[in-house]
């Protein structure tokens, strides 16, 4: 019922910075949040940051002060822009939304983009 699109990623230098985002659009009443993930090869995927419909926003403490996220509830997009990149910022980073959907989870049901790849070079 919802297709999350990612863009923004690529290959970029250590202490610049990158703009990820993401549109949801399909069959859903509201999106009640939207973040992004990190998935590294190896390892457990990571939550990265994510904004609720409200305007609540959480961040990882491995981003946490470089890192900004917002949400814009009219165009259904997520937009998080991460300053100071480190090489161990790079790794897949994913769309994740929750929606709330006709005869879904009363709580939302959670969605994946494809992912997109951010290298930061050293």
């Known amino acids: 019922q919802v297709r999350l699109v990612e863009s923004g990623g690529g290959l970029v230098e250590s202490g610049k910075s990158v703009r990820l985002s993401c549109g949801a659009s399909?069959?859903?009443?509201?999106?009640?949040?939207m973040g992004w993930y990190r998935q590294v090869p190896g390892k457990e995927r990571e939550l990265i940051a994510y904004?609720?419909?409200?305007?609540?926003?959480t961040y990882a403490d491995s981003v946490k002060g470089r890192a900004t996220i917002s949400m814009d509830n009219g165009k259904k997009t997520v937009e998080m822009v991460m300053n100071s990149l480190k090489p161990t910022d790079t790794g897949v980073y994913v769309c994740?939304?929750?929606?709330?959907?006709?005869?879904?989870?009363?709580?939302?049901?959670?969605?994946w983009g494809q992912g997109s790849q951010v290298t930061v070079a050293s």
């Open positions: 399909g069959r859903f009443f509201s999106i009640e949040q």
């Open positions: 994740n939304a929750v929606a709330l959907i006709p005869r879904g989870k009363p709580e939302g049901n959670d969605y």
């Open positions: 904004a609720t419909r409200r305007g609540a926003t």
